[in-house]
């Protein structure tokens, strides 16, 4: 059970900006958000995390809700390397990913 | 040269067979972990270890085995290799932060077939 929820898909043009959202309705007071992507053919790696605030790193920008059921990852300017799967994650402990299914971001040329 | 590098990256194996997969780190980490991603669906933790000497079961470790042999080196045994295990496996290290906010860093996958 990923404790979060993401639609399953999302397009967007290339230069564009990407807003994935995930819920996390049931998140606990200390647990963090992290957000990891996963491209064609490649582990997963990680693109940013936060607790309360909003985050902001050289990949993306996180913003969290003030009541902290959900995120929405920013993707400022997608390019086609930005295709891959994301996943959001609730880490309840201080290494257990539990991954979902993700969200699927197609890039349109 | 990759941080995690993972041997083999694909294997074809027969149902019953023992099968060793193999995992290296050069980030100095102490934690390891090996995963399974089956098609269409996230990852799921088989074991994980947090120094030389600690074992841990995940949330699928049945049919499955480890050893961490050093601190840079964690292997994946199938003892006797089952047709649902075909997968792909995923290595990943991590260091200890003090807090729930820690990166894993994962290798490139081995693509695992039991006929």
């Known amino acids: 059970d990923a404790k979060t929820t993401q639609p399953n898909s999302m397009e967007s043009n290339e230069e564009e900006p990407v807003h994935l959202p995930c819920n996390h309705s049931?998140?606990?007071?200390?647990?963090?958000i992290h957000w990891y992507r996963q491209l064609p053919s490649q582990g997963p790696e990680y693109v940013i995390h936060g607790l309360t605030s909003n985050v902001n790193n050289r990949m993306a920008s996180l913003a969290i809700a003030e009541d902290r059921k959900s995120s929405t990852l920013i993707l400022h300017r997608a390019t086609l390397r930005d295709a891959a799967v994301y996943y959001c994650i609730r880490l309840a402990g201080s290494y257990q990913l539990t991954f979902g299914k993700g969200t699927k971001l197609s890039v349109i040329p | 040269d990759a941080d995690v590098t993972q041997t083999p990256r694909n294997r074809i194996t027969k149902t019953g067979k023992r099968i060793m997969l193999e995992c290296s780190q050069t980030?100095?980490?102490?934690?390891m972990y090996w995963y399974r991603q089956d098609p269409g669906l996230g990852l799921r933790l088989i074991y994980y270890?947090?120094?030389?000497?600690?074992?841990n079961k995940g949330e699928i470790s049945d049919g499955y085995s480890v050893s961490r042999q050093a601190q840079a080196k964690f292997s994946l045994s199938l003892e006797s290799a089952i047709p649902n295990q075909t997968a792909l496996y995923f290595c990943?290290?991590?260091?200890?932060?003090?807090?729930?906010?820690?990166?894993?860093?994962f290798g490139p996958g081995t693509r695992l077939t039991v006929l």
């Open positions: 270890s947090f120094d030389v000497k600690d074992i």
């Open positions: 049931t998140i606990s007071g200390t647990d963090y």
């Open positions: 990943a290290t991590s260091d200890y932060g003090g807090g729930r906010n820690n990166e894993q860093f």
């Open positions: 980030k100095g980490h102490d934690r």
